[in-house]
């Protein structure tokens, strides 16, 4: 294959995965009637299932085995997990009551707390675009707490959740699935006592209420896992740059989702805060794709 195919089905992984991401708030509200921790219990479940398979298939136990017996490795994946499933329950509830829209922007400032947190974690300098990209994110946000009345902390706790565990994953030593299916089974203890808590107690769902729910419940494994693969094949593949633009794929559908297909309000002051943070994003972007051509140069 040449080095211009490989590029192109980087992108096309990648897109594919941001895509799925974006899209996938269509398949939580299928489950609406389902109380949120109890999906994503079934979440971590199926993702154990399914991730455990795939690594069999491809022979990837011994880095598995690897992994688990290396006592940092596992300290590090068990906070990840924590935050994992935190961001994922939090993700899931917001989605089922009409909230889509603050996902969204959770999403899109990611990027930006992913800098305020290499400040404040690992003591980097920001550049003056970098600053001049915070400093617009955080009086959107400021603009959201004042029209809302209230600090969009869907959005805050999504972004931050989500920064902690790419920063954590940034340093483990382990491949995406492998990763995956750790924090998963750091996690399935958890998901296990409570599903067998509901079932006792006659109010969990799965086996309980019809096959159409049993089957969406099972699908949250794969749904899981498989957008993740394609992000791990595309990202072999292409330049950061190339998902830093793609990134922004999966809150840019969502917002789309949010506002056209389930009538969440987009006023005013929400086309205030998300153009600050689309032109925070515009900067970044274009220091990044300067530097890029700069260092080519």
């Known amino acids: 294959m040449s080095e211009k195919d490989a590029h192109n089905n980087g992108v096309i992984y990648a897109a594919t995965a941001f895509a799925v991401w974006g899209i996938i708030p269509i398949f939580w509200k299928q489950m609406a009637y389902v109380p949120a921790i109890e999906i994503v219990m079934h979440r971590i479940l199926w993702s154990l299932l399914f991730a455990g398979g795939v690594i069999f298939a491809l022979g990837k ?71 001049v990209a915070v400093g617009l994110a955080a009086v959107g946000v400021l603009n959201q707490t004042i029209a809302v009345g209230v600090l969009p902390w869907i959005s805050i706790t999504l972004a931050v959740s989500f920064g902690l565990y790419g920063l954590i994953r940034k340093h483990v030593p382990v491949e995406s699935l492998v990763g995956l299916t750790i924090e998963a089974i750091i996690l399935t203890p958890i998901a296990l006592s409570y599903l067998i808590y509901l079932d006792l107690h006659g109010t969990g769902l799965f086996l309980h209420h019809d096959r ?86």
């Not at 596992?74 to 499933?85: D, E």
């Not at 159409?212 to 949250?220: E, I, N, Q």
């Not at 005013?268 to 140069?297: C, K, N």
Request: proline residues 4%.
């Open 61 to 131: 136990w011994p880095l598995l085995r690897e992994a688990l017996t290396t006592r940092k490795t596992l300290q590090m994946l068990t906070v990840s997990a924590l935050l994992i499933g935190m961001n994922w329950g939090l993700f899931i509830w917001a989605v089922n009551v009409g909230r889509i829209e603050e996902t969204s922007l959770g999403y899109y400032i990611n990027p930006l707390v992913n800098f305020a947190l290499g400040v404040v974690l690992l003591g980097e300098r920001l550049t003056r675009i970098q600053l």
């Open 212 to 297: 159409v729910t049993d089957l969406l419940l099972v699908l949250a494994g794969p749904l899981t896992a498989i957008p993740l693969l394609l992000f791990a094949a595309g990202v072999r593949r292409i330049k950061l740059s190339t998902i830093g633009f793609l990134q922004y794929l999966a809150p840019s559908i969502s917002l789309v989702l949010a506002v056209v297909m389930y009538n969440e309000p987009f006023t005013a002051a929400h086309a205030v805060t998300f153009g600050l943070i689309w032109l925070a994003l515009a900067l970044i972007s274009w220091e990044a794709l300067t530097r890029e051509r700069y260092s080519a140069a």
